[in-house]
C-alpha cells in the first residue's frame, strides 16, 4: 500500500511563490506515476501537472494554466515529488492534493495542502 504526505501549503501574496512536496511511503516501488491536483472551493478536482517514471520522462503534463508557472519534479531516491509555483493569483487558491498512481493503476491521494493567495 502507498501513502502520500504533502507538505508546504500556507498563504502567500499574489506574484509570490511556494513549493510544495509529498513524501511517498510504503511499496514505493509500485509507484508510476506522481502528480497533483486541486480544488478550490466550491469547484471540482482538476489536474495541475503529472510526471511519469524516469523511464518515461519525456510525458510530463501540465494543466493550461500551470503552464510556464508551475514546475513539477520528483526525486525516486527521496520517494518525493515537487510542486514549484511561481507567479501565483488568488484564482489558484486551492487544496493541493498528492497523486500517486501504481502499476496496476491503483490510484491513491494524499490529504491535502492548503494554498491561499491574498490579492
Known amino acids: 500500500q502507498v501513502r502520500l504526505v504533502e507538505s508546504g501549503g500556507g498563504l502567500v501574496q499574489a506574484g509570490g511563490s511556494l513549493r510544495l512536496s509529498c513524501t511517498a511511503s510504503?511499496?514505493?516501488?509500485?509507484?508510476?506515476?506522481l502528480g497533483w491536483y486541486r480544488q478550490a472551493p466550491g469547484k471540482q478536482r482538476e489536474l495541475v501537472a503529472v510526471?511519469?517514471?524516469?523511464?518515461?520522462?519525456?510525458?510530463?503534463d501540465y494543466a493550461e494554466f500551470a503552464e510556464g508557472r508551475f514546475t513539477i519534479s520528483r526525486d525516486d531516491t527521496k520517494n518525493n515529488v515537487y510542486l514549484q509555483m511561481n507567479d501565483l493569483q488568488p484564482d489558484d487558491t486551492a487544496v493541493y492534493y498528492c497523486?500517486?498512481?501504481?502499476?496496476?493503476?491503483?490510484?491513491?491521494w494524499g490529504k491535502g495542502t492548503l494554498v491561499t493567495v491574498s490579492s
Open positions: 510526471i511519469p517514471s524516469i523511464s518515461k520522462i519525456g510525458s510530463i
Open positions: 497523486y500517486a498512481r501504481t502499476y496496476t493503476r491503483l490510484e491513491v
Open positions: 510504503g511499496n514505493v516501488f509500485s509507484i508510476d506515476v
